[in-house]
Nanobody
Framework: QIQLLQSGGGLVQAGGSLRLSCVAS????????MGWFRQAPGKEREFVST????????SYADSVKGRFTISRDNAKNTVALQMNNLKPEDTAVYYC??????????WGQGTQVTVSS
């Protein structure tokens, strides 16, 4: 089992940047594929980005491609999401998640990102 603790987020003007971090408990962090998701008010939770167990493969939603960068440090049990050129439509609660297999089974507590126009 794994527990995820998120930090970062906050309020930023459009065009600004924020960095989200997620620290995992346990000693098997590199066993998990990691991802970031977000949920805007009144909307379904949506995929943002994912990174493979050893960090050699990443994937992004089209809406964030070229602006967001996912990274991980397996020595520190952390995964991060660097968000640049933020837009008001990026406003959402962001969640990190861990997948031991196909499905994401473990979730962080969520952190609010608000982008003002």
């Amino acid at each position: 089992q794994i527990q995820l603790l998120q930090s970062g987020g906050g309020l930023v003007q459009a065009g600004g940047s924020l960095r989200l971090s997620c620290v995992a408990s346990g000693r098997t962090f590199n066993y998990y594929r990691m991802g970031w998701f977000r949920q805007a008010p009144g909307k379904e939770r949506e995929f943002v980005s994912t990174i493979s167990r050893i960090g050699d493969t990443t994937s992004y939603a089209d809406s964030v491609k070229g602006r967001f960068t996912i990274s991980r440090d397996n020595a520190k049990n952390t995964v991060a999401l660097q968000m640049n050129n933020l837009k008001p439509e990026d406003t959402a609660v962001y969640y990190c998640a861990a997948a031991p297999g196909r499905e994401y089974e473990y979730w962080g507590q969520g952190t609010q990102v608000t982008v003002s126009s």
